[in-house]
């Protein structure tokens, strides 16, 4: 375990999460992983790339969380990770490449349950970015060249997903304020301020002592 600051960030589809984490990982002089966290598990685990893409932040199958976490505990060599599906080899390798990021650097990673595999790292800040609903489907529409109805299909089940598979390796809520450090709305100050208002709060919290 590291001293390294890694910040978090949780968003709902169309609130500009990811453009918000290049941004303050580019303040901040560090990388923002995104898609890259897929390509570096891939190569660590050897598992094919592809399979990390079709499964990203996707729902589980009905299997028992605490396997999972009981077969990450003991190691990739036993038999119960051998007959393990797929998508629970692929949650694991995302887990392991998490750690590892932070242990070797501070960055800011988008997504992927991160602020739970780094839960025991003690400069964390975990944030949640929302934005207002007309917003986020304007923004898709921008963004993709699609019709008001398909942006708002695409922010539901985007988010849907998202929030089950959270929920399921988590033990916390996707989306919940509790879940988080800061919780911030993106539609209310933009991007920028968003940014700025969490290189407020790292400086804030280095400077605090319980």
């Known amino acids: 375990m590291s001293d390294n600051l890694i910040i978090t960030i949780g968003r709902e589809c169309g609130s500009g999460g990811r453009h918000i984490g290049q941004a303050l990982a580019e303040k901040l002089g560090v990388k923002c992983y995104d898609k890259e966290l897929l390509n570096l598990a891939a190569k660590e685990s050897g598992l094919c790339k592809e399979l990390f893409e079709t ?9 028992l ?4 976490m009981d077969t990450y505990s ?3 060599t036993n038999s119960a990770y051998m007959d393990m599906p797929i998508n629970h080899k692929i949650f694991l390798a995302q887990f392991d490449t998490i750690k590892n990021l932070a242990d070797k650097e ?8 991160a602020d739970y595999a780094l839960a025991d790292y003690p400069n964390v800040v975990s944030v949640f970015i929302t934005a207002n609903e ?4 304007r923004t898709l529409m921008e963004r993709h060249k699609i019709s008001e109805s398909q942006a708002k299909d695409v922010m539901i089940k985007t988010d849907k997903k998202r929030a ?4 399921y390796y988590s033990s916390k809520r996707w989306g919940d304020s509790k879940s988080y450090d800061l919780c911030m709305n993106s539609s209310k100050i933009g991007y920028d301020g968003v940014v700025k208002m969490i ?12």
């Open 65 to 68: 969380y605490s396997l999972v």
């Open 74 to 76: 003991l190691g990739y």
């Open 199 to 210: 290189q407020d709060f790292v400086e804030i919290k280095k400077g605090y002592k319980k």
């Open 134 to 137: 007309d917003v986020k489907i």
């Open 164 to 167: 089950s598979y959270y929920n």
């Open 106 to 113: 501070s960055c800011v990673i988008i997504g992927r349950c």
């Open 55 to 63: 499964h990203d932040e996707k729902p589980t199958s009905s299997f």
